[in-house]
Every structure is written in structure tokens, then in C-alpha cells.
């Protein structure tokens, strides 16, 4: 494996890119300027910029200074996600806005965009907006377009518009629009095509002096067909008014945001927290309410290695995580579009609950190789789709029906004029059923394992949460079930999981029945109240994990057991966030902590997190930003909070407290 440094000669730290979106896909873009991944106008489209796969062959979309030895520095707009980038320089200094226009970010309904900004028929509303202008001084300016259709795998051709002020780039069935509103005013500005010998993606240039008060606005426009992308570049994009989008989608993410008023995270990571929120914003497909686990694919859990997989659709598991961060946070849209969606889905129609789906409902999900590209830092394969969705994991039933039942309980149903009497509730009488049924097989995990299946203690204790949620749903709203067999059910696997779950010879619960290998995923079994968190198994379940599963950081592996695959794991960042709330629910505050601490300084600059951290060069790995990451970092901010509160009125002097 190469070193770091060589590494990032070529291919920039993963967690340096700035992430933007329209929740309905999302583009990373460099402190140098370049668009370097993006899959437009959805999450599951065919990559069109795909450099951060492969630095040689895949399409990027740069503005920058001349001068190419100038790096950016990255920010978001307060309270949005709209990312600017700042070059300076002795002789001048210019400033780089990257938006992706929203019309509202109501989750509930969907409605698409205006039609007055765009046609959304045809699927040409979707657009990244680029605005550079010279703040001070003067500066040289290069813009460059290279669009690489269907992952660099079709040929593009190039069309420019009559005045040069635009082009259409087509190929592999994908149609792509540049336009540029004010370069009429430089008579510096020059656009020209250029073209290697063998070189499947021509690449539009052009270099501009900017000088202070000078601005130049490019935009990437989509359209689903070619006759959709010449109205775009003809008629539509010359007529929208993209300061007036600049301020509508920054009035979007700030109204959004300010939803969670009523937010009960008060303390001290409140700008953590609000980072994370966004982020998790950006990764929700507005047309169906789901969520997608990464808005990337193939950035290497090890890098030169073979763990590199395609993160662009909904894990059942990680969006019904994502809603329960969004819940803490006062967000409620969300949980009613996902659930909507979740209804949808076709095992209702007799078929068995998948792990996975596309953002649509999709239940195939091929995965394939693309042998044409050569990977993040030369990290193959490079793989679309993902096989895992056939897998068996029967922990998604418990975190499913949880879901359902916290949102429920939070009134969610009414205030929507719905009742859990119907249809979802036959859902979740059905899901429940299946785990009575089926909880004794084993299973691939939550961590999906390609070895053969196992009898995972986690994937256990959530067929218990299963049960556990629907029986006291039923319960408290009377609903029609076989209470009798649903609650023997569950203490038969309460009973199985302390007996052959628990290992006394190492003080742990294991990775599996009747094994002697530890697993992360146990750090969850008293956040959904399957054991509480100071029973004496859970708090040397803990000391065990400290022990033998953490770096010299403290930060906390997965597993150290076969998995099945070649390479090496690094550190699961969520897995740390679990430690911290076990630490902060024992009482141990302090250290739950500088434990939260010291993660938080390995985010990006933009407070940021991709899947894993490197136990040795502290490097971002794994795809990003990952949703699973936020997610545990807003919990776990909660948690602390609440331990915090707590150690302080035990602490409170009697006398005082006698005034309260």
C-alpha cells in the first residue's frame, strides 16, 4: 500500500470535499475548486464527474486561480448548505459559491420544483449553480469541464453554444448543459475544447482575469433527454435568476433548520449537532422520503483493498436510525415521508422484508464492477449496486418496528390524520409474525458479513426488540394480536441471548452464540432497553471492548474476527459514538466526554465524517459523509447532555433543592 502522502499527491484526503445537495442527489467538490464526484439529477444516477475514482479517466468540473499552486479555503453559509471556497493571493483575492437550488425542503408533501424555474417533467430542475467573484484586487481565473458519462465508461461529445457562452455535452444517454451568465461583460474570457489523442472526454476550457466587483456565474444543468437539454441551454438557464436562487435556497436550509426550535439538544455541541443535521437533510430523497446511507460508492474502507461498496440507497437500518436523530432534533416530516414510503414497499405484497432499497422502492440491486476505473488511490474493484441486499439480516425487523413505534408515540399518526389501525398496523403485525417465526435461523449481521451466516447476538437481541415494540404497541392502543404468543417469543429469546450470548469466561457479550469474539454492535443492546446499561454483563461487556477492541485512541473497532474478505478494518467511527453513550448512561461522564472530543477533532474542517479513521495515520476511509456517523454524533451529544444533567442533581445540595 502506498503511503499517505503519496496517496494524496494524486487523490485529495476523502473528508476534504464539501458536500452539497438538492435532496435529490449531492456533488463533492475540493478546496481546489473541483467538482470531483456528482451524480446528477439523482443519487442513483450514472456518475457524470467521477474523478475521486479515478484521477486519470473520470469527469471533474474545476474553478480555480491560474496560479495552480492556490488552495481554497472551505465554509458553509451560516445555518445552510451552501458551500463558498476563498483563494488569496498577494495581487488579488476571489471567492467561489457552490449551490444546488432548492424550492422547499418540506418533507411532507413533495410537490417538485416551480415550474417556473423548471421544467421537473423532464427532470431539468436539477442544477449546481457555481458563482466565482473577485473580492479584492485582481486574479487569473481557469474554469475546466470534463463530463465522463456513466461512470467514464460511454464516450461524450461536445456542442458550443453559437456565442460561446454555453455547451451541451452528451454520451452514454446522459445530457449535460453548461451554461455561463455574465462572461459577455470580460473581454478577457475565452472558451475552448480540447481534446487528447485517445481521449474518450473532451474537456471544455477557459481562463478570465477577474477583477475586483467582477463575477461570472457557470451552471450545470440535466436533462433527461437531448431535446430537454437544448431548451435548458436555449430558453431556460439564460432566463433564471441565480442570486434570487442563491437567496431563496439559503432562506430554504435556515427555515429547516430553524424547525428544531423546539429542539431538546441544548448543550454544548449545538453547532456539531446542527452540522450533522444538514448533512443528514442533504441524503433525503425528497420524491420518496428516502434516505440514503452515503451519497457516494467504492471510497475504500481499506485503501488498495477490495472493501469498497456502493452506499447510494436505503438501508432500512440506517434511515429508521436517521429518523430517531431527527426526532431528538423536533423533525417529524421526515419520519411521515418515510414511513409513507416504507409502506410502499412491495413485500406488503407477500415478499420478504429486504435490508435495502433503491430510493424508489427498488428491490434489485445488482451489484457490478467497473474494471475501467482504477479506484480511490488505487482501491479496486470499483463496484455499483450491492449484493448485500439479498442478505438475510434479521435485525432490521427490530429496528423497523421501533421506528414505527417511537414514531407513534410521538403523535406523529394524528398530527397527520392518520391512525396506526389499517394497513400499517397489518404491517407490523406481519414483520412481528415473521420474527416468531424465523428468529432461531442465523443471519449475516448488521455489519454484513460475506462469510457464511451466523447466530449474531445483535441481530438477536433486535428480533427481541421486535417483539418487545409491537407487543407494547398492541397493547397500548388495543389492537388485534396474538399477544400470548408474541410475548412467550420474546422471553424465549431474552432467555437464549443471557444463556449462549454471554460469555462468562471473557466477562462480554460475544459477536455470536457459543464464541469467543467481541462485536461493537453490543454497545447497542442498552440503548434499545434490551439489558440496562449497569447490569453488571453490560458494564464488563464494555471494559472487554475497551480493552481489546480500541485504538491507542480509544476509538473503537467493529471486530477483530474473519469476516470473510481480505484487508484490514480500521475504526468504525459510529461504534465510538456507542462507547461514548455507554460511558455517559454508566455515569462515567468525564471520560464519555474526551472520548466525544477527540472524535469530533477528526472530522473535516467542515465538520464532516466519512465511514472509518485509520488506527495508524488518523486518514478518513469509507464513504462520505455517511449517514450512520451524524447520526451517532447527534445522539450521542444528547446522551451526554442528559448524563451531565443527571450527575448534576445528584449533586445538588439537599437545602437547595428543598426550593425546587
Same mark, same amino acid.
Given at each position: 500500500?502506498?503511503?499517505?502522502?503519496?496517496?494524496?499527491?494524486?487523490?485529495?484526503?476523502?473528508?476534504?470535499?464539501?458536500?452539497?445537495?438538492?435532496?435529490?442527489?449531492?456533488?463533492?467538490?475540493?478546496?481546489?475548486?473541483?467538482? @470531483?464526484?456528482?451524480?446528477?439529477?439523482?443519487?442513483?444516477?450514472?456518475?457524470?464527474?467521477?474523478?475521486?475514482?479515478?484521477?486519470?479517466?473520470?469527469?471533474?468540473?474545476?474553478?480555480a486561480p491560474t496560479d495552480g499552486s492556490l488552495v481554497g479555503s472551505q465554509r458553509y453559509l451560516h445555518r445552510s448548505n451552501v458551500l463558498q471556497t476563498h483563494f488569496a493571493s498577494i495581487a488579488g483575492e476571489?471567492?467561489?459559491?457552490?449551490?444546488?437550488?432548492?424550492?422547499?425542503?418540506?418533507?411532507?408533501?413533495?410537490?417538485?420544483?416551480?415550474?417556473?424555474?423548471?421544467? *421537473?417533467?423532464?427532470?431539468?430542475?436539477?442544477?449546481?449553480?457555481?458563482?466565482?467573484?473577485? !473580492?479584492?484586487?485582481?486574479?487569473?481565473?481557469?474554469?475546466?469541464?470534463?463530463?465522463?458519462?456513466?461512470?467514464?465508461?460511454?464516450?461524450?461529445?461536445?456542442?458550443?453554444?453559437?456565442?460561446?457562452?454555453?455547451?451541451?455535452?452528451?454520451?452514454?444517454?446522459?445530457?449535460?448543459?453548461?451554461?455561463?451568465?455574465?462572461?459577455?461583460?470580460?473581454?478577457?474570457?475565452?472558451?475552448?475544447?480540447?481534446?487528447?489523442?485517445?481521449?474518450?472526454?473532451?474537456?471544455?476550457?477557459?481562463?478570465?482575469?477577474?477583477?475586483?466587483?467582477?463575477?461570472?456565474?457557470?451552471?450545470?444543468?440535466?436533462?433527461?433527454?437531448?431535446?430537454?437539454?437544448?431548451?435548458?441551454?436555449?430558453?431556460?438557464?439564460?432566463?433564471?435568476?441565480? +442570486?434570487?436562487?442563491?437567496?431563496?435556497?439559503?432562506?430554504?436550509?435556515?427555515?429547516?433548520?430553524?424547525?428544531?426550535?423546539?429542539?431538546?439538544y441544548m448543550g454544548p455541541y449545538a453547532h456539531w449537532v446542527e452540522r450533522s443535521a444538514l448533512a443528514l437533510k442533504l441524503m433525503t430523497y425528497a420524491p420518496t422520503g428516502a434516505i440514503v446511507a452515503a451519497?457516494?460508492?467504492?471510497?475504500?474502507?481499506?485503501?488498495?483493498?477490495?472493501?469498497?461498496?456502493?452506499?447510494?440507497? !436505503?438501508?432500512?437500518?440506517?434511515?429508521? =436510525? !436517521?429518523?430517531?436523530?431527527?426526532?431528538?432534533?423536533?423533525?417529524?416530516?421526515?419520519?411521515?415521508?418515510?414511513?409513507?414510503?416504507?409502506?410502499?414497499?412491495? =413485500?406488503? +405484497?407477500?415478499?420478504?422484508?429486504?435490508?435495502?432499497?433503491?430510493?424508489?422502492?427498488?428491490?434489485?440491486?445488482?451489484?457490478?464492477?467497473?474494471?475501467?476505473?482504477?479506484?480511490?488511490?488505487?482501491?479496486?474493484?470499483?463496484?455499483?449496486?450491492?449484493?448485500?441486499?439479498?442478505?438475510? %439480516?434479521?435485525?432490521?425487523?427490530?429496528?423497523?418496528?421501533?421506528?414505527?413505534?417511537?414514531?407513534?408515540?410521538?403523535?406523529?399518526?394524528?398530527?397527520?390524520g392518520e391512525a396506526l389501525e389499517g394497513p400499517l398496523w397489518a404491517m407490523m403485525r406481519s414483520l412481528v409474525d415473521y420474527v416468531c417465526t424465523h428468529w432461531q435461523q442465523p443471519d449475516y449481521g448488521i455489519?454484513?458479513?460475506?462469510?457464511?451466516?451466523?447466530?449474531?447476538?445483535?441481530?438477536?437481541?433486535?428480533?427481541?426488540?421486535?417483539?418487545?415494540?409491537?407487543?407494547? !404497541?398492541?397493547?397500548?392502543?388495543?389492537?388485534? #394480536? +396474538?399477544?400470548?404468543?408474541?410475548?412467550?417469543?420474546? @422471553?424465549?429469546?431474552?432467555?437464549?441471548?443471557?444463556?449462549?450470548?454471554?460469555?462468562?469466561?471473557?466477562?462480554?457479550?460475544?459477536?455470536?452464540?457459543?464464541?469467543?469474539?467481541?462485536?461493537? #454492535?453490543?454497545?447497542?443492546?442498552?440503548?434499545?432497553?434490551?439489558?440496562?446499561?449497569?447490569?453488571?454483563?453490560?458494564?464488563?461487556?464494555?471494559?472487554?471492548?475497551?480493552? *481489546?477492541?480500541?485504538?491507542?485512541?480509544?476509538?473503537?473497532?467493529?471486530?477483530?474476527?474473519?469476516?470473510?474478505?481480505?484487508?484490514?478494518?480500521?475504526?468504525?467511527?459510529?461504534?465510538?459514538?456507542?462507547?461514548?453513550?455507554?460511558?455517559?448512561?454508566?455515569?462515567?461522564?468525564?471520560?464519555?466526554?474526551?472520548?466525544?472530543?477527540?472524535?469530533?477533532?477528526?472530522?473535516?474542517?467542515?465538520?464532516?465524517?466519512?465511514?472509518?479513521?485509520?488506527?495508524?495515520?488518523?486518514?478518513?476511509?469509507?464513504?462520505?459523509? %455517511?449517514?450512520?456517523?451524524?447520526?451517532?454524533?447527534?445522539?450521542?451529544?444528547?446522551?451526554?447532555?442528559? #448524563?451531565?444533567?443527571?450527575?448534576?442533581?445528584?449533586?445538588?445540595?439537599?437545602?437547595?433543592?428543598?426550593?425546587?
Amino acid at each position: 500500500m502506498a503511503s499517505v502522502n503519496e496517496i494524496h499527491q494524486k487523490y485529495p484526503p476523502i473528508n476534504s470535499y464539501g458536500v452539497i445537495g438538492d435532496c435529490h442527489s449531492v456533488v463533492l467538490a475540493s478546496p481546489e475548486g473541483s467538482v @470531483d464526484w456528482g451524480c446528477l439529477p439523482d443519487f442513483d444516477s450514472p456518475a457524470i464527474f467521477c474523478r475521486m475514482l479515478d484521477v486519470e479517466r473520470g469527469g471533474y468540473f474545476q474553478i480555480a486561480p491560474t496560479d495552480g499552486s492556490l488552495v481554497g479555503s472551505q465554509r458553509y453559509l451560516h445555518r445552510s448548505n451552501v458551500l463558498q471556497t476563498h483563494f488569496a493571493s498577494i495581487a488579488g483575492e476571489v471567492v467561489l459559491t457552490d449551490f444546488m437550488p432548492v424550492e422547499t425542503l418540506s418533507a411532507w408533501p413533495y410537490t417538485g420544483m416551480d415550474n417556473n424555474i423548471c421544467a *421537473k417533467e423532464d427532470g431539468s430542475c436539477h442544477s449546481l449553480v457555481r458563482i466565482v467573484e473577485c !473580492t479584492h484586487g485582481e486574479m487569473s481565473v481557469t474554469m475546466k469541464l470534463k463530463v465522463s458519462p456513466h461512470y467514464a465508461a460511454a464516450p461524450s461529445e461536445v456542442s458550443l453554444a453559437p456565442n460561446h457562452l454555453g455547451a451541451l455535452i452528451s454520451g452514454g444517454e446522459q445530457h449535460v448543459v453548461l451554461a455561463i451568465v455574465g462572461a459577455h461583460l470580460l473581454p478577457s474570457f475565452a472558451m475552448k475544447v480540447v481534446q487528447e489523442p485517445e481521449e474518450w472526454h473532451p474537456t471544455i476550457q477557459a481562463q478570465f482575469l477577474l477583477r475586483e466587483g467582477e463575477r461570472l456565474c457557470f451552471v450545470i444543468g440535466i436533462g433527461r433527454t437531448a431535446q430537454a437539454a437544448r431548451r435548458l441551454l436555449e430558453n431556460e438557464l439564460p432566463r433564471r435568476n441565480f +442570486d434570487a436562487e442563491l437567496a431563496h435556497t439559503l432562506r430554504c436550509w435556515r427555515t429547516w433548520l430553524a424547525g428544531c426550535a423546539k429542539c431538546i439538544y441544548m448543550g454544548p455541541y449545538a453547532h456539531w449537532v446542527e452540522r450533522s443535521a444538514l448533512a443528514l437533510k442533504l441524503m433525503t430523497y425528497a420524491p420518496t422520503g428516502a434516505i440514503v446511507a452515503a451519497p457516494t460508492t467504492s471510497l475504500p474502507e481499506d485503501v488498495g483493498g477490495v472493501r469498497n461498496w456502493d452506499y447510494r440507497f !436505503t438501508w432500512l437500518r440506517d434511515a429508521t =436510525f !436517521t429518523l430517531y436523530a431527527f426526532n431528538i432534533l423536533g423533525f417529524t416530516e421526515e419520519a411521515h415521508a418515510f414511513i409513507h414510503w416504507l409502506c410502499g414497499l412491495s =413485500f406488503a +405484497d407477500g415478499e420478504e422484508l429486504q435490508i435495502m432499497y433503491g430510493i424508489r422502492g427498488e428491490r434489485e440491486l445488482t451489484e457490478q464492477e467497473l474494471p475501467h476505473l482504477s479506484g480511490y488511490g488505487g482501491s479496486t474493484p470499483v463496484r455499483i449496486g450491492n449484493g448485500a441486499a439479498k442478505q438475510k %439480516q434479521l435485525d432490521v425487523f427490530g429496528e423497523v418496528l421501533d421506528c414505527i413505534h417511537l414514531y407513534r408515540r410521538q403523535d406523529g399518526f394524528e398530527r397527520y390524520g392518520e391512525a396506526l389501525e389499517g394497513p400499517l398496523w397489518a404491517m407490523m403485525r406481519s414483520l412481528v409474525d415473521y420474527v416468531c417465526t424465523h428468529w432461531q435461523q442465523p443471519d449475516y449481521g448488521i455489519w454484513e458479513v460475506r462469510g457464511g451466516p451466523r447466530h449474531f447476538v445483535y441481530s438477536k437481541a433486535m428480533c427481541w426488540v421486535a417483539l418487545d415494540r409491537g407487543i407494547r !404497541t398492541a397493547e397500548r392502543l388495543n389492537l388485534e #394480536a +396474538d399477544l400470548p404468543r408474541w410475548m412467550a417469543v420474546r @422471553d424465549q429469546i431474552r432467555i437464549d441471548i443471557l444463556a449462549r450470548g454471554y460469555n462468562t469466561s471473557i466477562g462480554a457479550f460475544t459477536q455470536s452464540y457459543d464464541d469467543m469474539a467481541l462485536d461493537a #454492535a453490543n454497545l447497542l443492546l442498552p440503548l434499545v432497553g434490551f439489558i440496562p446499561p449497569d447490569d453488571p454483563r453490560m458494564l464488563s461487556t464494555v471494559d472487554r471492548i475497551m480493552e *481489546k477492541l480500541t485504538d491507542k485512541h480509544g476509538f473503537v473497532y467493529r471486530y477483530l474476527s474473519d469476516d470473510g474478505l481480505p484487508g484490514d478494518e480500521s475504526t468504525f467511527t459510529i461504534c465510538t459514538f456507542w462507547l461514548v453513550d455507554n460511558l455517559a448512561m454508566q455515569g462515567r461522564v468525564d471520560e464519555a466526554r474526551a472520548l466525544f472530543e477527540c472524535l469530533l477533532k477528526s472530522a473535516s474542517r467542515l465538520g464532516l465524517f466519512s465511514e472509518e479513521i485509520d488506527a495508524q495515520s488518523g486518514m478518513a476511509l469509507g464513504n462520505y459523509p %455517511q449517514a450512520f456517523t451524524h447520526i451517532a454524533l447527534i445522539n450521542s451529544a444528547n446522551n451526554l447532555r442528559k #448524563a451531565e444533567i443527571r450527575r448534576s442533581e445528584y449533586h445538588i445540595d439537599p437545602v437547595i433543592a428543598a426550593f425546587y
